[in-house]
């Protein structure tokens, strides 16, 4: 072959399988773009809102002290279980003793004023009477000035007996609080459960909580007859709670076991930390107080555990549902009178000289390989999919990935099923 000859075939050849690589492209092109393929159907749905917090008992009791003193004997220990009366702590009482001691002997002093009192303002009735007979049967013998000179005496010894009753009366008050406070240096168990936290040691100083009930508390006893499960819920989810609604407790000391409760109680003020409360600022995330009470606690429980309660807010049996990464929006406004399911950029140029536009909800249903938007209305939503409330019928094929494909997916593109969603397709079917 001559040299031109094989110049004329290489070109031939570079030109058959440059139009080769065009076709192929040609043909991927009008094959479309792969995704992920999914029908309509029905399905158990159940919506719940997740949320953390602690393991509390329903009761606890934080035991402080009152008055200050030297610790001087502790009876329990922590995890002991108490008896409502039951001895805990002693405080010395020797202060508290003496100062008793003390206003008891006021109070006798007192009352031995209050006799003294009494005996002279009844002389000084007696003299006045006297005084005031003399001056009636026989004037000329006792002077006004002296009737009234008598008369004062018996009022100036009334006011004092007065005074001296009004000290018996604070004497009394003394021994009283002197009594009372003797009292506070024995701390016997408010109720019956266990101790769930000693705070103190023999030997520290017991002072009382003026500011802070952390600062003066001794040792706490709980109830755990009724545990509950203290979770922190978004404002967003808050308002779907109800009292009753089912809910399952996670809890980080028993990993293998769920345990059921119901929630008992809804905070209606939100959870403010030191932070907001000294400013008054509000702007980190609000947060709000959700009690559930547990149906079967563990027996070996503790407070301050941690847990994460998952409450169920609704169901559906045999629902119309659509993965949730299936639905997407697009900006929309529905032309007058109605609107068709499918929204093109004919529809989109012309809301714009109607109005504004305007987000809608919907998902891609694909049919003889091409996808149209429909706008769909959604109502629950479980782990994986929406409740279908209106839209999209049984079997209908919608797009239901990838994320990144729905994101992008123009109206009325051509698609294709991805090779592994056909090969997961193949291996359910089996």
């Known amino acids: 072959m001559s040299k031109r000859g094989k110049v004329l075939v290489g070109t031939g050849a570079a030109l058959l399988i440059v139009g080769i690589v065009a076709i192929s492209a040609g043909a991927r092109r009008d094959r479309g773009q792969e995704v992920r393929f999914e029908t309509v159907g029905r399905r158990d749905l159940v919506a719940a809102v997740t949320a953390s917090g602690k ?24 995890g002991d279980l108490v008896k409502q009366g039951q001895f805990l702590i002693q405080i010395d009482p020797t202060i508290y003793e003496a100062m008793l001691q003390q206003a008891t002997a006021t109070l006798a002093s007192s009352q031995a004023a209050e006799v003294q009192a009494r005996a002279n303002r009844d002389q000084a009735d007696r003299a006045w009477k006297r005084t005031k007979e003399l001056h009636t049967s026989s004037p000329n013998l006792v002077s006004p000035e002296q009737l009234e000179q008598a008369q004062t005496a018996f009022d100036v010894a009334e006011a004092n007996l007065n005074a001296a009753q009004h000290q018996v009366e604070q004497a009394r008050a003394a021994v009283r609080s002197a009594r009372d406070n003797l009292r506070k240096t024995t701390l016997v168990a408010p109720m019956t459960g266990r101790v769930t936290r000693l705070a103190v040691e023999e030997g520290e100083v017991a002072v009382p909580s003026t500011f802070s009930k952390d600062i003066g508390l001794l040792l706490t006893v709980s109830d755990l007859s009724v545990i509950q499960a203290e979770v922190k819920v978004d404002e967003t989810d808050v308002v779907r709670l109800h009292l009753g609604d089912s809910v399952e407790v996670s809890i980080d000391a028993f990993p293998d076991t769920t345990f059921m409760g119901r929630v008992t109680k809804v905070s209606n003020s939100s959870v403010r930390d030191a932070t907001q409360a000294a400013t008054g600022q509000n702007d980190r995330a609000v947060d709000y107080e959700v009690e559930v009470t547990l149906d079967k606690p563990p027996a070996d429980i503790r407070p301050d555990l941690s847990a994460t309660a998952r409450i169920v807010t609704d169901t559906r049996k045999q629902a119309l549902s659509i993965p949730i990464i299936a639905l997407t929006v697009r900006e929309n406004t529905p032309p007058p009178g109605g609107g068709a399911r499918g929204t093109g950029p004919k529809a989109a140029d012309t809301a714009t000289t109607r109005g504004p536009k305007k987000e809608t909800e919907g998902v891609f249903v694909v049919k003889d390989g091409v996808a149209n938007f429909h706008k769909v209305k959604v109502g629950i939503a479980g782990d994986e999919y929406f409740e279908v409330a209106d839209g999209l019928k049984v079997g209908e094929t919608i797009v239901a990935g990838p994320y990144q494909a729905i994101r992008d997916l123009k109206e009325g593109a051509r698609v294709r099923a991805m090779k592994q969603s056909a090969d997961s397709a193949k291996k359910a079917g089996r």
């Open 55 to 78: 393991i509390q008992p329903k009761k606890k009791v934080d035991v402080s002290a009152d008055i200050t003193g030297r610790i001087t004997k502790i009876a329990v220990r922590e």
